[in-house]
């Protein structure tokens, strides 16, 4: 008989969400570097609430010709050259973190990781992209689906600049440490988890698991 699956794997019909976050050397994912990833996974608590689980967080190295702009290195407050950084291969760094994603996938008994993220179009391109170019073939994600955190900020707070809806959420935001990829990722992981947790999904997870033994079954 099948182990009984995580409350979460039935909270999201299968998928396992994990925030993301990148910042980037530009807004064009086929030519402009990844400098920096981060990864929060999304735990369900004994009570049916989300929170959040592990963090991942690299700084990467620039693949070899990628354009940086002036400008994007200005928002950031990013030093690509620094040696302080402590930057690693864009390879090294998504299969750290696709590692730690597979593991929960399995521990939970969820089908596949989904991307939740502000405006996911670009950290999901972004990340596509980087997977594409290291061939990296274990990628945990579904490849186009995506929660994004900046609609459902519209809905819920009617804001939808991650800033303004976590003032509306009640969550502190600090604008000094804001644009760096693990701070905006976990103010993320927290905004999503405030947006489910308003709609709490009461299930019989016994009956879910017996349904899921049955399919696997036939």
């Avoid at 399995?106 to 980087?130: E, I, M, Y």
Wanted: net charge negative.
């Amino acid at each position: 008989m099948p182990e009984p699956k995580a409350p979460i794997a039935h909270r999201f019909r299968g998928f396992l969400p994990v925030v993301i976050d990148v910042e980037t050397g530009g807004f064009n994912a086929d030519t402009d570097a990844l400098l920096e990833i981060a990864a929060v996974l999304i735990e369900m608590d004994e009570r049916g609430r989300l929170c959040l689980g592990e963090q991942f967080f690299f700084n990467v190295e620039p693949f070899e010709g990628a354009n940086i702009e002036p400008a994007a290195l200005e928002f950031t407050g990013i030093n690509p050259d620094s040696a302080l950084r402590g930057a690693v291969p864009e390879k090294d760094a998504l299969t750290a973190i696709f590692s730690g994603i597979r593991a929960e996938v399995k521990r939970t008994g969820s089908q596949r990781a989904v991307v939740v993220a502000h405006n996911a179009s670009f950290d999901l391109g972004f990340l596509n992209q980087a997977v594409t170019r290291t061939k990296i073939k274990r990628n945990p994600f579904h490849p186009f689906s995506s929660f994004d955190t900046a609609t459902l900020c519209g809905l819920v707070y009617g804001q939808t600049v991650l800033a303004r809806a976590c003032a509306a959420a009640g969550i502190a935001f600090n604008n000094k440490e804001a644009h760096s990829a693990i701070y905006d990722c976990e103010k993320t992981a927290e905004i999503f988890c405030d947006v489910v947790n308003r709609w709490p999904q009461p299930v019989d997870l016994a009956a879910l698991d017996s349904e899921d033994a049955q399919d696997e079954a036939h």
